[in-house]
């Protein structure tokens, strides 16, 4: 796969570390079986060895159709993954982009979960009280 400028990749993998970092993704697969509430949602794709820079614009094209300023985070590795938060009130919309993502040729696998910013339920920070 060619890929368009260095500067391109390295801001787009920095930016990826970053928003996972800062947002809290995982980027494992995951059960959509009841993420379907509206509301919003992480959509995570592994791409294959076939799948081409216009291929990957595609599959943002396809999640803006919910939520119109959703940012599809690529990580460069080979095969690429995808990730994005997308914010919809379509109550279908897991069902819906698993089953468009994975119909296409370049996609080897789609996953949907609801999505919950850091700090919303998670652990709680840990403290400890070292003074003598």
Known sequence: MKLSGTVTVAATVIALAVFG????????DTD????????QYQVHMDFNETVTSADMAEAQDLIRAFDADVELMIMESFPPQGSAVV???DVGFCTAIV???EAKSY??????????????GGDEPVFTNNAG
Do not use: K, R
């Not at 970092?21 to 494992?28: E, K």
């Open 99 to 101: 089953a468009e993502l």
């Open 21 to 28: 970092m800062f947002a809290g993704l995982q980027l494992g």
């Open 87 to 89: 914010e919809t009130a």
């Open 32 to 39: 959509s079986s009841d993420a379907d509430t509206g509301g």
């Open 107 to 120: 996609v080897n696998s789609a996953s949907c979960e609801t999505w919950t910013p850091a700090g919303d």
